[in-house]
């Protein structure tokens, strides 16, 4: 059974960075697409970027030049680095295993002063 599990979340100023992690088991995630999705109150969850098992990588319009999707494959992890982040930028933050559609349970990201 496949579990992903996201850390890294908190509160940061405007203009600050985070980066998030997501802990995957299962022998299967260098095969697999991966992504990080974010859903804030009141709105649809929504793609964040995404990363191909051979590291072809895509982002949403939003968060272009600002965030950085990778993936540690020896160690099964997928991580999100979030710079010069702003108020609109606070969601919960999710990993996702495309081929599969399982999720990890979110980390809260708030950005405010």
């Known amino acids: 059974q496949v579990r992903l599990v996201e850390s890294g979340g908190g509160l940061v100023q405007p203009g600050g960075s985070l980066t998030l992690s997501c802990a995957a088991s299962g022998s299967f995630f260098s095969r697999y697409s991966m992504a990080w999705y974010r859903q804030a109150p009141g709105k649809q969850r929504e793609s964040v970027a995404m990363i191909l098992g051979g590291g072809d990588t895509n982002y949403a319009d939003s968060v272009k030049g600002r965030f950085t999707i990778s993936r540690d494959n020896a160690n099964n992890m997928l991580y999100l680095q979030m710079n010069s982040l702003k108020p609109e930028d606070t969601a919960v933050y999710y990993c996702?295993?495309?081929?599969?559609?399982?999720w990890g349970q979110g980390t809260q990201v708030t950005v405010s002063s």
């Open positions: 996702h295993v495309s081929e599969i559609n399982t």
